[in-house]
């Protein structure tokens, strides 16, 4: 199963990626003056990021209308393709925040509670996954709702170093399915079956679709691919030195292309909700 990454060729690239990875979170925010207009540095700061972490923080210093400003900064790095999933809005945006509207009630993101380990669109089919996705916060919580995320070139390395199994097990081309999504007799969405680490075919880099959802997600029976996820969620729970922590603050965003990522659960103030504002793209973060 290793064989579409081959050994030396996979050296090659860990080698450069481990000398370009950047592990402090605070280095990698680009400030941000005119979202209408980004500089070339302040696009090439980011696109950088993006490079060397798959993943960039943002802060912006005027922000006007904050929804044109945030698709403005997103369509500038090439994110234009929105997933217009069920939540989306005709921007492709959504406000993440504590609700019991219709169409948002009883999703996990649009609660308080904590959203376990995931890549954004694990859910869709494999020719329609999520690339990229930015997280903007227009009011953080009072306490709780922090991030935390993980470059999955970064957990590919990790795992594969630590036995080349693990990836070989969880790169199985049917290893997890979700399946459709019903209403009534209705399919509101395809079942989505696939890997969880594969290799993209247009940047030839190791990509994840993964979830630690527990119910109504099937994963293929197997002691090897039992193995490999206690492995895997063995070392999410820790710490290490890829794993990131951080609580944007008003103002600040990620943009970045669809790390791994988890929310602690939160409280609000009485006087001002949790709000973020989320796009999903199909591609990824143009490079510069
Ligand atoms: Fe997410």
Redesign the pocket.
């Known amino acids: 199963m290793l064989e579409n990454f081959q050994q030396q060729r996979y050296e090659t690239w860990r080698d450069e990626k481990l000398a370009n990875y950047c592990s402090k979170s605070e280095s990698l925010f680009v400030e941000i003056n005119d979202p209408l207009k980004l500089s070339n540095a302040e696009k090439k700061a980011i696109s950088n990021n993006c490079i060397s972490n798959n993943l960039s923080l943002i802060r912006i210093k005027s922000s006007g209308v904050i929804r044109k400003a945030i698709s403005s900064i997103n369509a500038q790095l090439g994110l234009v393709d929105f997933d217009l999933h069920l939540c989306a809005e005709d921007d492709g945006l959504v406000v993440i925040e504590d609700t019991k509207s219709p169409t948002k009630g009883g999703y996990v993101?649009y609660s308080n509670k904590a959203?376990n380990w995931?890549t954004?669109g694990y859910y869709n089919q494999m020719d329609a996954l999520v690339g990229a996705f930015s997280l903007y916060c227009i009011h953080p919580a009072t306490v709780g709702g922090e991030n935390q995320w993980i470059d999955p070139e970064m957990l590919y390395i990790h795992l594969r170093e630590l036995n080349p199994d693990i990836i070989c097990a969880l790169s199985q081309p049917k290893a997890l399915t979700i399946p459709a999504r019903r209403d009534g007799n209705k399919i509101v969405r395809e079942a989505s079956i696939g890997p969880v680490f594969f290799i993209d075919k247009a940047s030839q880099k190791p990509k994840m679709r993964f979830t630690q959802r527990k119910r109504n997600i099937n994963w293929l029976k197997s002691a090897d691919i039992a193995d490999a996820l206690c492995e895997l969620n063995n070392f999410l729970s820790g710490v290490s030195q890829i794993h990131h922590r951080y609580k944007l603050a008003s103002g600040e965003g990620i943009v970045c292309n669809n790390v791994l990522?988890n929310r602690s659960a939160f409280v609000e103030g009485s006087l001002k909700k949790r709000k973020l504002l989320r796009g999903r793209y199909k591609n990824s973060i143009a490079t510069y």
Do not use: A, G, I, T
Request: no cysteine; net charge negative; hydrophobic share 20%.
């Open positions: 993101p959203l995931h954004d990522h």
